[in-house]
């Protein structure tokens, strides 16, 4: 089996879905930042026989004008978002997003090869301009979800070109994702439930990052949604 990480953007899904034979595993967030996934990476690699991952982010990337608003014009981030996405970026010198976006792809490559030294690793960097934008409009959501094999077409069933995906196992993995998405303008985020137990944890994570869940009134229903009635710094452009 092998594992395919890359972003979270809405764009990417039909590309992302072009590399699925069944035998893949997809993980996306912010920036296809592997720092960001270490512990999904680790469990998925310990618990299946991995023979390869690849890494794939993506130019016009938001999590990268977010890395560059940070470290060129003094943007502030909480802390969280900084340790996993921001400071890995810091010892560099770039003078364009282009160029930071180009080193992206080889951080997370080093990222890899250092934690995985006896499997196959390779990067590609996704020109966004090869993909038609098929959004509906301009209000977009995020779907949280785990780990998966199945073709982004049947993870999203409605509007796919208007939703961002964010795949981990770990929550503590998820929180600066979800606050970043929101940064974004992401207005809603989705987040798959089993029962009435994992309902009443995601309302405490959710709880703990200063949101408020609304329960979808269904008993037992497979999603929540989660409305943003919390402040968050200002849209990044």
């Known amino acids: 089996m092998e594992i395919i990480i890359s972003c979270m953007d809405r764009r990417l899904h039909g ?3 072009a590399f699925n034979d069944g035998e893949t ?5 912010a920036g296809a930042n592997v720092f960001g996934l270490k512990e999904t990476l680790r469990q998925l690699v310990n618990s299946n026989n991995i023979s390869a991952i690849k890494v794939m982010p993506h ?3 938001g999590a990268m004008k977010l890395v560059s608003s940070v470290i060129k014009d003094g943007a502030k981030v909480d802390a969280e978002i900084d340790k996993m996405l921001v400071e890995q970026f810091k010892h560099m010198k770039f003078s364009s ?3 930071l976006e180009r080193a992206n792809l080889e951080i997370q490559l080093k990222h890899l090869k250092d934690m995985f030294p006896g499997i196959n690793v390779a990067g590609d960097l996704i020109d966004i ?4 934008d098929k959004a509906k409009g301009h209000s977009h959501v995020l779907y949280i979800a785990k780990p998966s094999t199945k073709p982004y077409s049947e993870i999203i069933e409605e509007n796919p070109f208007n939703t961002y995906v964010v795949q981990a196992l770990s929550r503590e993995e998820l ?3 979800i606050k970043i998405a929101v940064m974004l303008g992401q207005e809603k985020v989705f987040m798959p439930v089993l029962s009435r137990e994992e309902e009443r944890m995601v309302k ?3 709880s703990v990052l200063g949101m408020r869940p609304d329960i ?3 008993e037992l229903r497979e999603s929540i949604e989660i409305i943003k009635r919390y402040s968050l710094p200002t849209k990044i452009k």
Do not use: A, G, Q, S
């Open 129 to 132: 301009k090869d993909i038609e």
């Open 25 to 29: 595993f997809f993980l996306r967030n």
């Open 15 to 17: 590309k992302l879905d």
């Open 204 to 206: 405490m994570d959710f």
């Open 97 to 99: 997003r282009d160029e």
């Open 59 to 61: 130019t016009d990337c």
């Open 175 to 177: 929180y600066p994702d």
């Open 216 to 218: 979808l009134p269904e």
